[in-house]
């Protein structure tokens, strides 16, 4: 297993900074995800480390050695790409085998490894195939074959998910975290979806416009995102954004919107980023921590989206769009005026100058005892 390292890598094409002072270190057999939208830096980041691109400074290390001047072929990584980048005129197994041959290993040998590798992601019944009688999730398994029979130091996925259908993607993420736990072997994967990230990851590395901004679990990330971009980024529906001011009136704070006036324990927040004038702040609320309550806040009801096993409800809350989850068997319409209420130990504030996170991050029982809204 190996460790690999980025010490303050940074990427520019020309004028344009594609990643700028990259520091992640990612453990020995670790899966760990590079998550952002188009355009952050992650499957550059990915490729400078492959060896497809040169980093403009800082060192990329691959266990003990630095690679930054080591050529592909010498970087011991397998890299599986989106298109699969199979051969057409070759079969599974010889698609498979090709890395050893071009190393020269002998016959009889590539035969075994071959052979091992198809067991192992149950392709024995499609060696003889050729990649045009496969499917999309037979040919990733192919691709995954091809990069397992090297035996790499490391594995390299640059999206290889994203032209299945979300049925086969839901399979494949499962047998790459099964294949993962069966080899043991370090996985940096370069993923859009946030679903694929939480699901599969030890640890998710959060890009944004070529910085990071966050390395952490996927529950860690979830639950106390260090900023606002994070926090909208992660989950679906998305975070509830509310931007009002928030001040100190005795032994609470009052979170003030429009119209919109909270009340919210003194506990939620840190007693330095407070003052008695107040302070410009963005409230989150995720859809599962907002819920129907009859001594709620007054809200009616916009839109109902069931799912069969849930529906997400967006509700007009004075004057403000928020969305919520509720159970199958909750009947809603549009136009219905219901109560909402919010669960204060989840609620996460953040600064609207500069999107930092302001929580306490105390205990739950410590928020709670709080009063928990005022309409």
């Known amino acids: 297993m190996t460790k690999v390292t980025f010490d303050r890598v940074h990427k520019a094409f020309g004028t344009f900074v594609a990643l700028e002072q990259l520091d992640l270190a990612i453990a020995s057999g670790e899966f760990v995800s590079l998550l952002g939208p188009s355009g952050c830096g992650k499957t550059t980041t990915l490729r400078m480390l492959a060896g497809l691109e040169q980093p403009t400074r800082g060192t990329i290390s691959v266990g003990d050695r630095v690679v930054n001047e080591l050529p592909p072929a010498e970087r011991d990584l397998a890299m599986v790409f989106q298109s699969y980048a199979l051969y057409p005129h070759m079969t599974v197994a010889q698609n498979i085998e090709y890395p050893l041959r071009k190393r020269g290993v002998p016959r009889a040998v590539r035969r075994e490894q071959v052979l091992r590798a198809a067991a192992q992601l149950q392709l024995e019944p499609l060696l003889d195939r050729k990649p045009r009688q496969l499917s999309g999730g ?3 398994r ?3 074959g091809r990069a397992l029979v090297r035996n790499p130091a490391a594995f390299l996925l640059d999206e290889p998910l994203s032209n299945l259908d979300a049925k086969l993607r839901a399979h494949m993420r499962a047998e ?14 370069v993923t859009h979806d946030q679903l694929e990230a939480m699901t599969m990851s030890d640890r998710i590395a959060v890009l944004d416009q070529g910085r990071l901004q966050q390395f952490d679990t996927p529950l860690e990330i979830y639950n106390r995102p260090v900023n606002l971009f994070v926090a909208g980024f992660i989950g679906t529906p998305a975070m509830n954004l509310l931007r009002g001011s928030l001040r100190p009136d005795g032994n609470r704070l009052v979170f003030q919107a429009g119209r919109l006036s909270l009340g919210l324990p003194a506990a939620l927040v840190r007693r330095d980023a407070v003052h008695e004038a107040g302070v410009d702040i963005v409230l989150g609320v995720r859809p599962e921590d907002l819920g129907l309550a009859g001594d709620g806040v007054r809200a009616t009801v916009k839109v109902v989206e069931p799912t069969g096993h849930e529906s997400i409800v967006f509700f007009d809350l004075v004057d403000h769009t928020v969305v919520g989850r509720v159970g199958p068997d909750v009947r809603l319409a549009a136009g219905e005026p219901v109560g909402v209420a919010l669960n204060v130990a989840k609620l996460h504030v953040f600064a ?10 105390v205990p739950p029982a410590a928020a709670q005892a709080a009063p928990s809204l005022v309409a």
């Open 142 to 144: 192919v691709a995954l």
């Open 176 to 189: 790459l975290i099964e294949l993962h736990q069966r080899i043991g072997k370090t996985m940096i994967y």
């Open 352 to 361: 609207a100058a500069d999107g930092r996170r302001l929580n306490a991050d």
């Open 138 to 140: 037979q040919q990733q």
